[in-house]
Each structure stands twice: as structure tokens, then as C-alpha cells.
């Protein structure tokens, strides 16, 4: 009925004994009993079998579920993915934590999110931090007074647009109703105040925080101001406009006519989000971190969704192209074209550079919920070959894609995480795009798409969801990978094996990536990366025997004669 | 363009909750450091996994180095019925997995608003048999809504003496003193050691970061360096003639503890940043080496006093701005005096009754130019509205500082924790002469190269 595609294992790296096989079970091999259990489902060989009718069988991915305690993991808080990713990047929202001091101090400012306002006057609160810095009155005595205050003085201060309030776990646990107080403050003040209760205990990642901030962004802004928009205009859903990225695309769009309306989130303001619902089409950029808007406002307004990807020079032009192929305009068409015209020659000229130098090189990311696929584009347009790959925090539908949705069941952890009931807007609902998406489907186009990472790893390589510290080194140590993509926490041990590690949450502080001028800087900093000459000067050369030793000595400098004197 | 375009100067009302661009973090990131000054020791985070992923993030954002620590990845369930069952499972996977000697396990505000208690719950692991022969778990309570940073390293420090340190002779080991050197730099740590031994005496110093987070690059990552004090050194240390706690903030607790515990007398010193400071450390280390002061550290005095002298013109009546924990800032201001720079502006967040008593002793005659600011709404906030309204020569404290440098035009040195966006910093001590050295160098770089890029054209100078 259905057989394998590939007939022998894929060789992960080292001798070809090395087998994802192989591998998985050594990631495995220690762990306790329990652990071990849990783990085996969530490291999964890529077995792609294809059924005769030209369908894809994916293995299943235990994705999204708890990590065990006293395991290294890589992943954060629901607080963080709910303030630090998705509210952090807005800048005229002022973002107060309603919490001890911590949880604030960690996410200001360290996730890179650029944002670029026009003028001094415009306002932009990225650069502070806000907190009520709970004390131990406030503990046992309820700090929901405390926080009343601190919205009042936010206001008299800065007079914004709006204020969102954060709950983290300790306010979560003495039950301050950060709702009703913001309710309450909305009211009192004539200003947007919100709350997100998004302890971090809920859910078992950021992912939980996504879902939650994206919920009230929803509810409470989307939708606010109905100001027209283009016929041409699109929402940029899930790009966090890390080291420029967004600017990168705004710069693109532009240059092709497209509108765009609102980016969730980099580089926005309140009023993008507020006018969000008049856009014609909305682009799903990170799939796991926003794709549930998409379909609510699809829902409610009418607005049909496609998947994009923008990470990778032939991504990018086959996203520009769809966006054009759904408005099916003549011209649009040919701004597309001509705009890939003008910056392909470039990318060429990299790869040509580049190329050479990275090909045939082996690359492993286990990064965030959709970066650990994008980034795979870029590899391999260096030439490069991804032979292991996972998320730190996406679901099984960004790994074997959306076609699972319906079968993924809900356990305890998401279970508290509130699903919202959408309706049609009975006034705001635009049934001529509703028209257009069906009109466009049945022309063979497809909306709503997303495939996930496996469909287009290559058969029999690894999976590895929500990697641990013992999996990524003893990954290491037996496939040997010219590059690992990660994040801070994994870069410095990844390191000290020898191997470069790129994160791909920061950059490394590089960046832009996207479009076709970020694949360039890429391949640039790709190439820097594996071809470093440090890499081969780790051992002594006094340390004989070492397998590398004739790579690691000095260069050969002549320096038999002394310079000859030029006094008489 | 200006970063903190929503911070005015003029009159500056009083915040009482509402905190602006803090001057302080959280208890567990310095238990978490100070744990990791423990060879073979994995830190271990009681709680959500966020506090966890972002302490050991800062921390190695600012090391630039492999920070290993583990936590309960509390769910919803244990935060209503408690994370007895996360941590005992925790510590069965770490001592499978990875392989420590010891687990250190530190606290988060969640876990102390539950109210779990540790202890019973190492208890009920052992009993379990979930600790292996020789192993140790043990632990600190740091709740973030009370003290900071700080705190958290002084309730670890002070759990290491709890834990580990016997007396096992009222006759102490003469010519041996412990030193807790406080939360500073790895390369402090280890300059800390160079001057006791140069002193002629053994040291027991703890934490002791050197070699775990300034690591040379060999192709092996070791998941527990070759660094720390060992179990073996936290043991002895009840048997030492003295200790001398470096900065009462950060190194006080333990010192007590170890005198109530094991009978060794100790003495609390600022931290050794500065000459004053260095000058009162090696006193305190003469006292057991029979009165002596090796010619090296005299020199390494001479070579500081000299340079002072040489650089004092550029730093007469300059003003400064000061942030971060009050060891560091005490002493700090008692190096910018002594070189007639005065600290105009000192705010920490980290609460603390000695700090404005300590401050007062440092500032002396000069109190009355100084604004000092400690606790709730001491933040960096308060100083930039200061800032405004009467400027400042120079900025000294952590990398957030980095955008009122910017907007004001003020050059920053970096100091304190976190740095960001500098690498190297690790492998410079700021302590004790040599250390000096350095600071002063870094604040006259600072200040010459600001005049070198702002002076007129006819102003600028081939010598300086
Ligand atoms: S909850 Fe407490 S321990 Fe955790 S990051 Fe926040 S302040 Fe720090
Ligand atoms: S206390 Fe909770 S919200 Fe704050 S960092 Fe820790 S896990 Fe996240």
C-alpha cells in the first residue's frame, strides 16, 4: 500500500554507521524509565512513507507537552512568550508586569525587536521597563491596590495610548484580578487598559503566551478603527522584526504596492492592530504563534489567510509572487516581478561567492516555532544539508502540518489556555473578500496551507522536539555538524565542543535575514561561521597526535635571515 | 532621535508603585551564580521554567559562557498542589543525567508563595533513595519580592556554610583564612586568590567562579569545569582561622553563619575595588600573616598611587553617576573620591538598612552634593530625571545605562552586571590594585575620548 521513499538510512555525519537510528537511540540511552518514555515519542526518525495516491504519512511528534523537571531544557515561560514576544515589539503600548522584579528585568530589551518611529513626538516605550516590583506585603496582602497605583502613575507620567498589564506566577496564585482592575482603570482613565493572565506555570512553553496575548489583542484592539484600506493590503501575522527583519519586507512591499496594514507584531503600534481587520489578506509568517488569529479574523471580518515565508531569497519571491497571484492583478504582477528583478542579481552574486564555500556542509537547528524550518530554505541555498531538526516550542501541526489539526488532542496543559468563541461581525464582516477566497480556491489556489517542517526535510533524518542539554551534546559528538542553530542558552556549550552555533532568536545580534538582501547578509555570516580559521587552531600544536595536527600548524612564515641593517 | 524620549527632567513626583527601568533584579539569578562557584554543582531553579531559561539566559549573555542549571517546569497543577513531586523527579533525572555532586536548589517566587519546603523534600528523596552515596542536594530560599539579586547570592553563599562547613577542632588551622569575595567577575575571583597567596596565606575562597565562567576554549565542553570550591574546601572552612567577608550585602550572611556554626571569627570589609578598599583587605590579611607585605603588593600600591597622580588632572571635579548593588557602589564611590571624582548620583534598587550608612561614611564632608537613593522607586528612571536636570561627566553601572549615555552624550563605563554588549569584561578583575588600574583606566579612556570626539577642531590635541 505504501512504502518507504528511500531504500537505505541517511547518514547524519561521522562514518556512515552513524544512522538517525543510531543517534536517536544514543539520545536516549540514560534516561530514567519515565523520561525515557516521554522522550522516544518526541524524538521521532523522519520516516516519510507515501501512499500511492501521492499523499504524505509523517510520523507523529509528541509536540507541545510538558517538559520533565530537572531536564535542561530550552524553553522559557508563558509570561515571556506572551510580553516578550508578541507585546514587546509594539512600542506605544506601555507594558506594565505585575509582578516581583525578575520577570520584568529579563524581558526588557532583550529580544532585539527594532522598531522605527517616524518622529521624536511619536511614542516609543520599548526602552523602558515597568513593574510593580511586588514586595511581600503585596504577597500576603494582595498587591491589587498596588497595581491600581501603578496604572495611575503610568498614566499621569506618560499619557499613552493604551497600558497592558502582565500577570506572573506569584499574582496568578494570590488571585489579584488583574482584569477587573484593568476594567476598572479603562474606565477611569478614557484610555485602552488590558490585562493578559499569563502566568508562567500555564501551558508548557511560550507557546501558551502566544495564544493568550493574541487572544486579548483580539478582543481588545482588533477591530477598533475601520478606517478603509487598499485594495492591495495585507497584515503581516507572526514576524517579530528581530535585527530588522520587518523592514526588510516593509521595504519590499512597498516597492510592489502592497499595503501593509499591520505587522503582529514588529515594528507596530496600537493603531496597525486597531485597523487590522481591514486589511484584504493576511500573511502567516510564523505559523505557530499566530496562526489561530488568522483564522479568527477570518471568522469574524471575513479575511482569508495564507501561509508566507520570507526567510530565504526563493521563499521570498515565491511569497511575493502568491501574494500577487491571490489579488490576480495585472499589475500588481509585474510590481512583483519587476521588484524580484531588481534584487535576485545580488543574491546571485552571493550564492556564486558563497556557495562554494558552504556546500556541502551540515547544519542542525533546534530553535523556536517556525525559524528551525524557515532557516532550512537558507541552508540549502548555500548548499547545505539539514540533518536534524526541532522546534522549542511548536505543535504538531508546524511539524507533520495543518492536516492534523483535527486529530491533536488537548491535554491538561493546553486545556487552560482559552480557545475564543468567534462569530461572524454582523457590520464588520466583508463578505467580498470571504467571495474572493473562494473564488481563488477554485481557480486552484490554496489558502490556509501550511505543510510543516517534515514535508520538507529530507526521509530518515531527526526530529528531536523541545531538545535537552544531554540530546544537543551528545548529538554533537556524534554527527559533528559544521553549524548549530540555537539560542543563547545552548550557544556557549555548543561552542566549547568546537562547533559554531548561530542563534536564530537573536541573531547573534546580526541580522536583517529576511528578504532577499537578509539571505545575503546570511550567507555572509554562514560562511564566516564554518570557514572561521579558529575552529582549526583549538588544539595545541604542541599537543601531538591530536587527528587535526598537521591543519593546526602555525602557518609557514619565512624568517630564516635577519633583515639586513641599513647602517654602514 | 532620542531612546528615552518619555523621561523629562524638572519637578519629579514621588512614584509609590509603579517602578521605571529598574536598578535591580530578582534573588534566584545570584543564587544561581553563586551556585554555580560550587564544583561539580548544578543549580537548580524550584519553580516555572521561565525564571530558570531567563537567569541562566542573562547569565550568559553577560559571561558569554555555558550556564547550566536545571528546573521543576512547574505546571498549573503544581502551583495549586505544590512541586514536591516536580523536584523529586528532578533530582532523580539530574543525578541520572548529568551527573552532579551536588544539586543546589534555590527557590522562585512561586514556589515560596506555595510555600514548599525543601529540606523535607531532599528528606523524602534520600529517603527514596533518589540521591546517590555522596551526593548532596541542598538549598536557599529566595523569595524576589524580598531583597534582589544580591540576596539570593548571599542566602546561597550562607546555605553553603549551612550545608557543608564543620568544625572538627576548636584549634583552627592557623595561616588559613576563608574569603567570600562576593558577586563579582571570575577573573576578580581569581585575582582575590592571587593577592592571598602573594600574602603568603591559603584561602579557602567560596563562591569561586574562576575556571567554571571564564572557561578556555578547548574542543570539550565540560559540564562541570574544573572551577568551584569544592565540597571538600566548604567542609574545611569551619576549621580556618578567619574569614573575611568581601561586601556585607553579598558575603555578610555567610560570614556570620560561619561563626555561629563553626566559631570562625570573621571580618566584613567593603569590597576590595579601589585603594581605600585594597588598602583595608590587605591589612585585615596581615593580620594572620604575622604583619607582612610582600614587596609585589607594595609595588602593585606604588604603580596605582602613580597613576592616579599622572591622571588626576582629568578627573578633578568631574561628576558621575552610579547604579547597582550596594557593595559595589560603595566602594566605587570611595575609588571616585579618593581621585576627586565626585559620585553625584548612587542608586541601587537592592533594599538594605547598612547602605545609606555605609554611603554617608564614604561621602563624609560632601553629603550634601550627593543624591542617594535606595529601594522602592530607586531606579534608573529616577536617576535619567536627575540627570536632567543637572548633567553628569560620566555614567558607570550596568549596559542599561547604555541609552541615557546615548541620549544624553554622557560616556559609560561599564560595571556591574548584567553587561550585554561588551565581550572580554569577564577576564578583567576590578579589584584590588591591579584591578584599580583598570577601572581608572576604562573611566579616563572614557572621558578622554568623548573630548577627542566632541572638542572643536582647533581644541584638538596631538598630547594629552
Ligand atoms: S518570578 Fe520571581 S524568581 Fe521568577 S523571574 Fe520573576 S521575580 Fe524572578
Ligand atoms: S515567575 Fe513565572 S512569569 Fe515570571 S519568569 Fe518565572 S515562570 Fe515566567
Known amino acids: ?568 | 532621535m532620542t531612546l528615552l524620549r518619555h523621561t523629562q527632567g524638572g519637578e519629579i513626583t514621588e512614584r509609590q508603585a509603579l517602578t521605571i527601568n529598574p536598578a535591580k533584579t530578582c534573588q534566584p539569578i545570584g543564587a544561581m551564580y553563586a551556585a554555580l562557584g560550587i564544583h561539580r554543582c548544578l543549580p537548580h531553579s524550584h519553580g516555572s521554567q521561565g525564571c530558570c531559561s531567563y537567569h541562566r539566559s542573562t547569565l550568559s549573555r553577560h559571561y558569554k559562557e555555558p550556564v547550566m542549571a536545571a528546573t521543576s517546569s512547574f505546571t498549573e497543577g503544581s502551583s495549586v498542589f505544590g512541586g514536591q513531586s516536580n523536584l523529586l523527579q528532578a533530582i532523580e533525572n539530574i543525578f541520572t543525567i548529568y551527573q552532579p555532586d551536588v544539586i543546589a536548589v534555590h527557590t522562585t517566587c512561586l514556589s515560596e508563595t506555595i510555600g514548599d519546603d525543601i529540606p523535607q523534600i531532599a528528606e523524602k528523596a534520600s529517603e527514596k533513595g533518589l540521591i546517590p552515596e555522596g551526593k548532596r542536594v541542598i538549598h536557599a530560599s529566595t523569595p524576589s519580592y524580598v531583597g534582589a539579586a544580591p540576596t539570593g547570592f548571599a542566602n546561597m553563599t550562607a546555605g553553603m556554610v549551612k550545608y557543608f562547613s564543620q568544625s572538627t577542632s576548636p584549634n583552627k588551622v592557623a595561616g588559613r583564612v576563608n574569603v567570600i569575595p562576593g558577586w563579582v567577575e571570575p577573573a576578580d575571583m581569581r585575582e582575590i586568590k592571587r593577592i592571598v597567596a602573594a600574602m603568603g596565606l591559603e584561602s579557602i575562597v567560596f563562591p569561586d567562579t574562576s575556571d567554571v565562567l571564564d572557561c578556555p576554549q578547548t574542543g570539550v565542553h565540560e559540564m562541570f569545569p574544573k572551577g568551584g570550591v569544592t565540597v571538600e574546601q566548604l567542609r574545611a572552612a569551619g576549621d580556618s582561622a578567619a574569614t573575611i567577608a568581601l561586601g556585607p550585602v553579598c558575603s555578610g550572611p555567610a560570614a556570620v553563619e560561619l561563626t555561629n556554626k563553626c566559631g570562625v571569627p570573621h571580618a566584613t570589609l567593603p569590597l576590595p575595588i579601589g585603594l581605600e578598599a585594597t588598602d583595608r583587605f590587605i591589612l585585615e590579611l596581615r593580620k594572620h600573616n604575622g604583619g607582612i607585605v610582600p614587596q609585589e603588593i607594595t609595588d602593585e600600591r606604588g604603580r596605582l598611587i602613580d597613576l592616579i597622580t599622572d591622571m588626576h588632572q582629568y578627573f578633578y571635579n568631574k561628576t558621575a553617576a552610579l547604579w547597582g548593588d550596594p557593595d559595589q557602589l560603595v566602594s566605587l564611590s570611595e575609588l571616585l573620591l579618593t581621585v576627586d571624582i565626585l559620585p553625584k548620583y548612587v542608586v541601587t534598587g537592592t533594599p538594605g538598612k547598612k547602605f545609606l550608612r555605609q554611603m554617608g561614611d564614604v561621602l563624609q564632608d560632601r553629603k550634601s552634593e550627593v543624591q542617594v537613593r535606595q529601594g522602592t522607586g530607586a531606579d534608573l528612571f529616577l536617576m535619567h530625571q536627575w540627570i536632567k536636570n543637572e548633567k553628569v561627566d560620566l555614567l558607570i553601572g550596568n549596559t542599561y545605562g547604555k541609552y541615557i549615555s546615548r541620549d544624553e552624550g554622557i560616556p559609560l563605563v561599564r560595571h556591574g552586571f548584567p553587561i550585554l554588549d561588551r565581550v572580554g569584561h569577564q577576564f578583567f578583575p576590578t579589584v584590588g590594585y591591579r584591578g584599580a588600574i583598570r577601572l581608572l583606566e576604562q573611566i579616563l579612556e572614557a572621558l578622554m575620548q568623548l573630548q577627542d570626539v566632541e572638542c572643536s577642531e582647533e581644541r584638538f590635541e596631538l598630547t594629552m
Not at chain 1, 170 to 190: N, T
Not at chain 1, 315 to 344: C, H, M, P
Not at chain 1, 446 to 463: N, P, S, V
Open chain 1, 1 to 568: 500500500m505504501s512504502e518507504s521513499s528511500t531504500t537505505s538510512d541517511m547518514v547524519l555525519g561521522g562514518d556512515a554507521s552513524v544512522t538517525a537510528a543510531v543517534v536517536r537511540e544514543e539520545l536516549l540511552r540514560d534516561y530514567p524509565a519515565k523520561t525515557k518514555k516521554k522522550r522516544e515519542k518526541q524524538i521521532v526518525i523522519n520516516d516519510k512513507q507515501h501512499g500511492d495516491d501521492g499523499s504524505l504519512q509523517l510520523p507523529v511528534v509528541a509536540a507541545n507537552s510538558r517538559t520533565v523537571p530537572g531536564i535542561i531544557s530550552q524553553r522559557g515561560c508563558c509570561y515571556a512568550g506572551c510580553k516578550g514576544v508578541i507585546l514587546g515589539p509594539t512600542r506605544d503600548i506601555v507594558n506594565i508586569v505585575h509582578g516581583p522584579i525578575g520577570c520584568s528585568f529579563y524581558s526588557w530589551l532583550t529580544r532585539r525587536n527594532q522598531t522605527h518611529t517616524p518622529t521624536d513626538e511619536h511614542d516609543n516605550f520599548m526602552t523602558y521597563c515597568f513593574s510593580t516590583d511586588m514586595t511581600e506585603e503585596n504577597i500576603i496582602f494582595g498587591g491589587e491596590k498596588r497595581l491600581r497605583q501603578a496604572i495611575q502613575e503610568a498614566y499621569d507620567l506618560f499619557h499613552p495610548k493604551a497600558i497592558a498589564v502582565f500577570s506572573t506566577c506569584p499574582v496568578g496564585l494570590i488571585g489579584d484580578d488583574v482584569h477587573q482592575i484593568s476594567a476598572e482603570m479603562k474606565k477611569q482613565l478614557g484610555i485602552n487598559v488590558f490585562a493578559f493572565s499569563c502566568e508562567g506555570y500555564k501551558g508548557v512553553s511560550q507557546s501558551a503566551g502566544h495564544h493568550i496575548a493574541n487572544n486579548q489583542i483580539f478582543k481588545h484592539v482588533i477591530g477598533e478603527d475601520d478606517t478603509q484600506r487598499s485594495k492591495w493590503s495585507i497584515n503581516l501575522l507572526g514576524e517579530y522584526n528581530i535585527g530588522g527583519d520587518a523592514f526588510v519586507i516593509e521595504d519590499l512591499l512597498e516597492r510592489c504596492g502592497i499595503e501593509l496594514v499591520s505587522t503582529f507584531s514588529g515594528n507596530s503600534t496600537y493603531d496597525q492592530f486597531a485597523n487590522a481587520h481591514m486589511a484584504r489578506l493576511n500573511t502567516v509568517m510564523c505559523h505557530r504563534s499566530i496562526n489561530y488569529v488568522a483564522d479568527m479574523i477570518e471568522k469574524k471580518y471575513g479575511t482569508p489567510w495564507i501561509k508566507v515565508n520570507f526567510i530565504g531569497a526563493n521563499a521570498t519571491a515565491k511569497s511575493l509572487r502568491k501574494i500577487a497571484e491571490y489579488f490576480d492583478d495585472r499589475q500588481l504582477t509585474e510590481n512583483v516581478e519587476r521588484v524580484i528583478g531588481e534584487e535576485f542579481p545580488a543574491v546571485v552574486e552571493a550564492q556564486r561567492k558563497y556557495r562554494p564555500r558552504c556546500t556541502g556542509k551540515r547544519a542542525v537547528l533546534f530553535v523556536g516555532g517556525s525559524r528551525a524550518h524557515h532557516y532550512q530554505e537558507l541552508f540549502s541555498e548555500l548548499g547545505m544539508e539539514t540533518i536534524a531538526a526541532g522546534y522549542e516550542f511548536a505543535h504538531r501541526d508546524d511539524y507533520e502540518g495543518r492536516q492534523v489539526l483535527p486529530s491533536i488532542k488537548i491535554d491538561a496543559d493546553s486545556r487552560n489556555i482559552e480557545e475564543l468563541r468567534v462569530d461572524a461581525d454582523q457590520d464588520k464582516f466583508r463578505e467580498s473578500d470571504r467571495q474572493q477566497g473562494i473564488q481563488r480556491e477554485k481557480q486552484g489556489y490554496t489558502l490556509r496551507e501550511y505543510d510543516g517542517m517534515m514535508a520538507e526535510m529530507k526521509d530518515q533524518t531527526l526530529i528531536i522536539d523541545d531538545i535537552s542539554h544531554s540530546e544537543a551534546e551528545r548529538l554533537i559528538k556524534m554527527v559533528r555538524p559544521d553549524v548549530f542553530c540555537a539560542g543563547i542558552k545552548e550557544k556557549y556549550s555548543v561552542q566549547k565542543m568546537g562547533v559554531p552555533c548561530k542563534q536564530l532568536h537573536n541573531y547573534d545580534y546580526g541580522g536583517p535575514y529576511a528578504g532577499f538582501a537578509g539571505a545575503i547578509n546570511f550567507y555572509e555570516e554562514i560562511d564566516r561561521m564554518v570557514n572561521a580559521r579558529i575552529w582549526s587552531r583549538v588544539q595545541p600544536p604542541w599537543e601531538n597526535g591530536t587527528p587535526a595536527a598537521d591543519a593546526i600548524s602555525p602557518l609557514p612564515i619565512s624568517m630564516e635571515e635577519p633583515e639586513e641593517s641599513t647602517n654602514p
